[in-house]
């Protein structure tokens, strides 16, 4: 059965995203692990924790997926910038060991102009740190549209990071539909070559998740503006594709169009629609 669900807000807990997630016809979710912009994470409510994974096992809802905040970068300049996005990644994964299963990913950061080649050393430098620590959780690296001095703008990109990664057995990637094609890879056109390119460079068995999100903007545009399924550039014939490659199919996928909740019951239900019944 496909894997679909969307972006929560974990205000109100595990458990309540949980009921969310069966309202609307998810089987997973995704949640940020604190305010997008940083800031202090709530204290760990193990109560809640431990209603919402009996929840979670009795519906069937699993690989749910945490997302960093996004302010986080692990290739600042300052040095007090860098110790900041590891704290608080490292802080997220000890929260994350209370929920076995999930993933945790991540925008690789920004080089504010010291070059991608820095970038991509900072970010391993610091994904070998975190490996010190010994987490359990898997750590996505989010493909990216490459606005400005974005990281993980391309495949390559993210190869090198990994490349530099001295234990990838807990290193995967996390693939959003509007940042590639934003990016310049021809999803609506060409998804088989974009996948061969992906396998190619990266492998596609690194793939464990992907954002499905349609683009208010064109391909090669580097906005990173995402649209509702089938309003944008990208289409739902295009998302038809995706939920059915068989290389793609048992990926668990999220939404992060701009929806409120009845929004995203919509389109899951469009998306399981044109699911093959096999999947
Ligand atoms: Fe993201
Ligand atoms: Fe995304
Ligand atoms: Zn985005």
Do not use: W
Not at 143 to 157: D, S, V
Not at 187 to 198: A, G, K, R, T
Not at 202 to 209: F, N, S, Y
Request: charged share 25%.
């Amino acid at each position: 059965m496909l894997r679909i669900g969307c972006h929560l807000s974990s205000s109100k807990g595990f458990l309540a995203m949980g009921k969310e997630a069966v309202k609307i016809g998810a089987n997973t979710f995704q949640f940020f692990t604190r305010n997008p912009r940083g800031g202090r994470a709530k204290e760990l409510n193990l109560e809640d924790i431990a209603a919402y994974r009996s929840f979670a096992e009795e519906h069937k809802i699993a690989e749910i997926l945490a997302h960093a905040p996004y302010t986080l970068n692990a290739c600042a300049k300052d040095q007090e910038l860098r110790q900041f996005a590891y704290d608080t990644m490292c802080d997220d994964l000890s929260r994350l060991e209370y929920l076995p299963g999930a993933s945790y990913n991540f925008h690789p950061g920004s080089h504010v102009k010291q070059g991608a080649e820095t970038g991509v050393q900072l970010i391993s430098e610091m994904l070998n740190k975190i490996n010190e620590k010994g987490y359990g959780t898997m750590i996505l690296l989010e493909t990216m549209a490459g606005k400005g001095t974005e990281m993980g703008r391309n495949f390559e990109e993210l190869q090198e990071i990994i490349d530099q990664v001295e234990d990838t057995s807990r290193l995967g990637v996390c693939m959003d539909t509007c940042h590639v094609f934003d990016g310049g890879y021809d999803i609506v056109e060409h998804l088989e070559q974009v996948l061969q390119e992906f396998d190619a460079v990266i492998g596609v068995e690194r793939l464990k998740a992907m954002h499905l999100n349609d683009s208010i903007y064109g391909l090669g545009s580097h906005k990173d503006r995402h649209e509702k399924i089938g309003e944008g550039k990208i289409g739902l014939k295009t998302f038809g594709a995706i939920v059915n490659h068989p290389k793609l199919k048992n990926l668990p996928f999220f939404l992060e169009t701009p929806n409120d909740l009845e929004g995203y019951k919509r389109e899951i239900a469009i998306l399981r629609e044109i699911a093959d019944a096999s999947n």
